[in-house]
């Protein structure tokens, strides 16, 4: 557990509010310690933490760190006993708070139970006489639209059941957007209290009572009793409601069963009336089956002659048929072979005439090949005279460009003569 640092200059404060309110990010930002803190439900203060001396306006600052009472891991005695200790001990060292800061989530829906366990025993901490110390600190706004944020904290600040009864003993209720400057103006606000001494501190020091003793306790009894009443209520709410289910539920089954029965009497006279219905159609059904076999017997008699009689024409008609188209397959044959015949003699008359053809084409190609020989012959030879014509030029001014080397030569050796005699 943490300790007040001596010095008579130095301005405590201590920082409260359920698990998950935003405590320890409070404590961080304004003192720029490094504090564990939550996103969750689950608490991460599980002590009470002290910070460093932090200079503000020239007056030095200690901030307390608490958890709450809703706490995942500790009881609310075994917190309160927590706080208590700490409290106790600052003060036996002769340190008083100069304010307290008890932190509320505006983003909340509504001020649940246990929101309101955690300020009532605030309070009971506290004392009526030093609530003019105490600020009341709304945070998480930007989690909210603030029309609706501003409904809840009219209805925080005019409610008996919440913080009302706080602000008319002089307690404060501010706003905290989550900056450094808004938390330093709520301590610069606090700074300019004076100490005050807290219930729980009288109590247990200078009343020298127990723990048990105290308001606090008795309001964490006071609300376990009412917990307990609460869920005594309730219970007994439950038995009767059970009690009361299970005599309707009774009661429905009696009227169910009676139903029933009821029921299974008109449904075996109901099956009884259709039996008897059913064998008298039955027996009308035999009869109406008995003349329509008969009917049907005399109808297939009927028809099988008419069938016979319809076969028999339809056979001597197949015959006709088979004959005459025997007649004419064998006509049809006859126009085919004559056909073929004729074809054939086509076929060959275009046989003739192609190999005429072929013959010709091949004289043609033959006349052409011929042609291209005798051309690609006259070119080579345009060639060849060309190539000799090229080769004679060639020859012809390697015999002048010889010459005039040698003309060229002369002239020099003419000149450097000439220089030698000179």
Known sequence: MGRVPEGSETATIAVMGATGSGKSTFVNLVSGSSLRTSDSLHSCTEEV???????????KVVLVDTPGFDDTNKSDSDILKLIADFLTSSYKDGHTLTGLIFIHRIS??????????NFRTFRKL???????????????WSDVEPHLGEERERELATNDVFFKPALDQGTKMVRHDSSAGSALSIIRYILGNRPVVMQIQKELVDERKDISQTAAVGELERQLQEAKEAQRIEAERLRQEMEEAARVREEEERRQREEQARRRQEELARIEAERRRAEEQRQRERREWEHRMWVEEQERKAAAERQQRELEARIAEERRQREENERRHREEQARLERELAERMRIEEEARRHQEALEAQWRQAAEAAERERARQQREHEERMAEDHRIYQEALRVQRENAER??????????????????Q
């Open 404 to 421: 005039w080397e040698r003309e060229l030569a002369r002239r020099q050796q003419d000149d450097g003569g000439g220089c030698f005699i």
């Open 108 to 117: 909340d829906h509504r001020m649940g139970g246990i929101s309101l366990k």
């Open 126 to 140: 506290c004392g009526e006489q030093t609530l003019r110390n105490v600020v009341i600190v709304t945070n998480m």
């Open 49 to 59: 933490a002290v910070t460093e001396p932090f200079v503000v306006d020239s007056r």
